[in-house]
């Protein structure tokens, strides 16, 4: 897609400045394969058209300091930024290297994963909606990881300047009280609007293939198809292997709360699924701060909603957890829930145990989300940006790992 962008672009001969990052892309790719495909097609007989127009900045930090340069038209050898030179080597972006790990991980290898010793039983069968009224915003942001906020979101850096006093000195008198005040401003104001779609479906493995089926007709409503970690010292893991599969033989009494039909198909076991979002009011109140001209603010009320709704993904899994009875296991203290403190394990497409985002399809099809006024993107994204969605297993030895 950057590519096509790119090429538009040029052929347009648009002379705009086009700066690149995030986790997908590194600074090889950029500045050797994207930047020339339109830094030298850009205006014709314009003196300036050799010059580059296609920026890397490794987060939005580096991107806001580089508007700047570009903006006020600091002379090229005075960047801060721009003058790191880039590697000259073919570098595989992260894209490259994760679709020859998805064509390796097609292959079966057991994992000898032991099954659950307990498959638990879903109050529901099927998905409901919780809505804005019946959520306690206060509530929610107490589990807001704070190292996401201040660090990732907010750019609190403690760096060799600080030491570990003056760094919690620095946390206590600018950034908490920031939370506190926004945490307010956005109550009061009703700035976001959080919801959530859940549900519980009976499911079964088959080999990398996570099966999801009907609770009333029994029939299969999806398929994920799932990479296995094949390098030579893993585990060989596979979130499939997570659940009983289809021919296994049942644990005692636990066919009973399976739907009868999905039972007959093959179902054994249980999939926990939520997609939570802050609302479209969100995205709205951050695109009136940035018109606005009023950065800062922008940059605190972004932050926020982008890690209240991860927040609401946390406080959500924690109530399914309790749904489902296997809570016991939680952790006392709030913060080494963000460490995986608890049994199972929360998974969201597009991180490394299941990549493919566009498996997003299949959720959005269970959960019908957008009566919470969520949408899927042609490139499979979730918007309001301030959303996410994950399948949960409740199988107590899952963790994330790595392919």
Known sequence: VMKENL??????????????????LNRAYVENDLRGIYSHATVGNDPKAHEHRVWYAADAFDGLQLMDEICLQIPKEQFKLT??????????????????????????????????????????????IVRADELDLPTITRYINPNALFRGQWGFRQGQELNKEQWQEL???????????????????????????????????????????DPETGVERCRFNLPRQMEEKSHHLCISDFFRSRGAAALANEQSFIPEKAWANGARDVLALHCVTMGAI???????????????????FYGLSVESAEALAEYWHKRIRQQLDIAGDDAL??????????????????????????DQKYLQDLLLWQDIGVELSEEFQLHPEQSTSAIIVHHPGAKYFNL
Not at 7 to 24: F, N, T, W
């Open 333 to 358: 203290e709030l913060k080494d829930l963000f460490t995986q403190g608890y049994q199972g394990s929360r998974f969201s497409f597009g991180y490394p145990a299941c990549p493919r985002i566009e």
């Open 282 to 300: 969100a995205s709205e109140h951050c695109q009136r701060l940035f018109k606005a001209d009023n950065y800062q603010e922008y940059l605190y």
């Open 171 to 213: 946390i206590d008198r600018e950034a908490i009280p920031t939370l506190k005040r926004w945490v307010e401003k956005a109550t009061r104001e009703k700035m976001l609007a959080p919801s959530v779609a859940y549900g519980y479906y009976p499911c079964a493995s088959e080999k990398n293939d996570l099966i999801v089926f």
């Open 7 to 24: 090429e538009y672009l040029a052929s347009r001969k648009l002379p705009y400045q086009v700066i690149l990052g995030g986790a997908a």
């Open 83 to 128: 003058t790191k030179k880039a590697r000259v080597a073919k570098v595989k972006t992260a894209n490259e290297i994760l679709e020859e790990k998805l064509a390796v991980g097609k292959a079966y290898v057991p994992s000898n994963t032991p099954a659950a010793p307990r498959i638990p039983k879903p109050p529901f069968w099927g998905r409901r």
